[in-house]
């Protein structure tokens, strides 16, 4: 059985915002996969991307995606990084 928060995470679809904590926004879904969501920030290919795992999601909303973190943490928590298990 799902838990709320990863109920939540398969709500997700591309072209949902992705907020920061304090909701401001900080890119759009590219993609959904069964581990981690892509985000893009920017127009087209010159964006950077993010690699968000479900535990870094706070919430779902109609709107989109709300993460744990700070815009300015991002890199710190490694979320401007694809995580090991997409390099498999």
Do not use: W
Request: glycine letters at 10%.
């Amino acid at each position: 059985m799902l838990d709320d928060r990863e109920q939540s995470v398969h709500q997700i679809a591309p072209g949902s915002d992705v907020c920061d904590v304090s909701g401001e926004k900080v890119g759009t879904v590219a993609r959904v996969g069964s581990e981690v969501i892509e985000a893009q920030s920017g127009q087209f290919v010159l964006g950077k991307h993010l690699y968000v795992l479900p535990d870094a999601v706070d919430g779902v909303t109609d709107v989109g995606v709300i993460l744990k973190h700070p815009k300015h943490e991002f890199h710190s928590v490694g979320l401007d990084s694809p995580p090991a298990q997409l390099n498999n």
